[in-house]
């Protein structure tokens, strides 16, 4: 199909507009639908990057990273993480935060920011052996709770027994 | 080196098909992303720490024996024709050929595992098989993961797991891929049904080279979006459990197409194939498409007298970077589509 606007190239770009119920069609080669405003596919347009900053701000109630700052948002917005001086302003229009630390230092934002992200924000996989030591410990020890009390279900009492003592083994070993 | 040596140095594992499911999926990828501890991440760390990173890279491939054959490439000392290779090759991204300071990355000889140094994550492993080997890419890529970790302190958090640079990666720091070849799905219009579905489960779906770009030759990319949350293995078994369903679908659509547009079908995989055999100028654009009719003819049957892994080969070979490289010097496009249509007769008559 021809593009409806130049009638020279190709259609590449198929747009529904729904206006007021009524729907219209619009096929468009890239170079038309580039110029037409409201598709916004230039360079500075739709991109992860403004996305992910779209979600940044939301959560000051502002849509857009230029819209009108009022006092409010410009007290919040200067937090810095003391560890590398990021400032959360900074933060936002990027997307990147600078260090690990940031992940505390802006910790409430952050946690309900990965819960929009992710849907989730508790990790459950893979625990390092060197820095995640005591926890990695922890999940073993979740771990075998939950089949301890299995095993008491099935009133295995000798295997919950058996479990019982490799937990307090665990938690003696966190402890000290 | 001879001509026939180039190549071979150009090819890695992946693209000589011999994973499971061949006839669909290319290859399969885990991308893990780590950074230290006691550095800012590479966007905020200072020239100095930058070298930190691979200082630290460095002393654990000296101090820790690896049996991956792990080897340190400093990127700075590469030429810029290798680096683009290397991005067709998916060893490295767009981003870490560009020139820049402290950029390197670890290497095996079989290019199955290739690690960046200093990229967006101060270290992001990447596995890369051939065909749906995702489980067993991941166990390779833990593995790794262990080996690096045995030296270096891993920003980690019992919450939120790793930490990484861009919070969309954070959690396992995992991102699963799945490179496919659709074209049956394409040519009855099922394409799209099937990627507005997958996009619904969660999962990205991307052209050839990554984000925004377009599925060149039919291929695709389909990865998870979620990171944290969901462990390692629940993540690869739900992306593998909807690859196997588009498995089954493409195979499906490839039967019907055969049944019902049977002289249709075979037409189009001959003049392809005809047009790959004899032209004397093609783009690089064209070629993919062709390539993909004729990987559908070979996986059919249609074609017995190309060798299957011709595509995956070409795929690589025919791009502008990996031509320049061939041929060792500059070359316009016009030139380009010259000896790509020379390198594509060549290849396919060598079976």
Redesign the interface.
């Known amino acids: 199909m021809l593009c409806q606007e130049c009638q020279k190239r190709e259609a590449t770009v198929h747009l529904t507009k729904i206006i007021n119920n009524k729907k219209k069609e619009i096929y468009l080669c890239d170079k038309c639908a580039q110029n037409k405003e409201e598709l916004n596919f230039g360079k500075e347009g739709f991109s992860f990057n403004n996305l992910l900053t779209g979600l940044l701000n939301s959560e000051f109630g502002t849509d857009t990273p230029n819209s009108s700052l009022n006092l409010n948002y410009n007290k919040k917005v200067e937090e810095e993480c003391e560890n590398c001086g990021l400032n959360y302003a900074e933060f936002s229009r990027q997307g990147k935060l600078g260090c690990s630390e940031c992940y505390i230092e802006f910790e409430n934002r952050i946690n309900k920011l990965l819960k929009k992200i992710h849907g989730n924000n508790r990790h459950t996989g893979k625990v390092p052996k060197r820095t995640g030591g005591v926890i990695r410990t922890r999940k073993e020890i979740q771990q075998l709770r939950e089949k301890m009390q299995d095993a008491v279900q099935k009133e295995e009492f000798e295997e919950a027994a058996k479990l019982r003592d490799a937990i307090k083994e665990l938690e003696e070993e966190i402890d000290e | 080196m001879s001509i026939t040596g180039k190549i071979n140095n150009t090819l890695n594992k992946w693209m000589k098909a011999s994973g499971p499911d061949p006839d669909v999926v290319i290859s399969s990828r885990i991308r893990l992303a780590r ?1 230290l ?1 006691e ?3 590479p ?2 760390a200072s020239d100095k720490e930058a070298k930190r990173v691979i200082d630290k890279v460095e002393s654990l491939l000296e101090e820790e024996d690896n049996d991956f054959g792990l080897k340190l490439l400093d990127l700075e000392k590469i030429p810029v024709l290798e680096k683009e290779v290397m991005v067709e090759k998916h060893l490295i991204s767009p981003e870490h050929a560009e020139p820049g300071q402290h950029k390197a990355m670890l290497l095996t000889d079989d290019e199955s595992v290739s690690i960046m140094i200093n990229e ?1 994550d101060h270290i992001r492993s990447q596995i890369l098989f051939s065909g749906l080997q995702l489980e067993e890419a991941w166990e390779l890529g ?1 593995q790794v ?2 080996y690096l ?2 030296k ?12 990484t ?4 990666n ?3 720091g ?1 991102r699963a891929s799945v490179m496919v070849h659709l074209p049956a799905l394409n040519l009855s219009n099922q394409i799209n049904d099937v990627l507005r579905a997958i996009s619904q489960l969660g999962l990205a779906v991307r052209g050839l080279y990554g ?2 770009t377009e599925a060149l030759g039919n291929i695709y990319q389909i990865s998870n979006q ?7 293995e629940e993540i690869i078994e739900n992306l593998q459990g909807v690859i196997k369903q588009i498995i089954n679908q493409e195979r499906n659509a490839r039967k019907r197409l055969m049944k019902q547009n049977k002289v249709e079908l075979t037409d189009r995989i001959y003049r392809s194939y005809g047009v790959l055999k004899y032209s004397r100028k093609i783009s690089s654009k064209e070629a993919m498409k062709l390539l993909s009719d004729v990987k559908l003819g070979v996986d059919l049957g249609i074609i017995n007298d190309v060798s299957a892994s011709i595509f995956n080969e070409l795929m690589v070979l025919i791009s502008p970077p990996a031509l320049q490289r061939l041929t060792g010097k500059d070359l316009n496009s016009s030139q380009r589509d010259e000896k790509r249509a020379n390198l594509i007769r060549k290849r396919i008559r060598e079976k």
């Open positions: 950074n501890m550095v800012p991440f966007n905020y967006e833990d993961d262990d970790e045995s270096l302190n891993f920003a980690f958090s019992e919450e939120y797991g790793y930490l640079t861009c919070p969309t954070a959690g396992t995992m984000e925004g979620v990171t944290l949350g969901p462990s390692e």
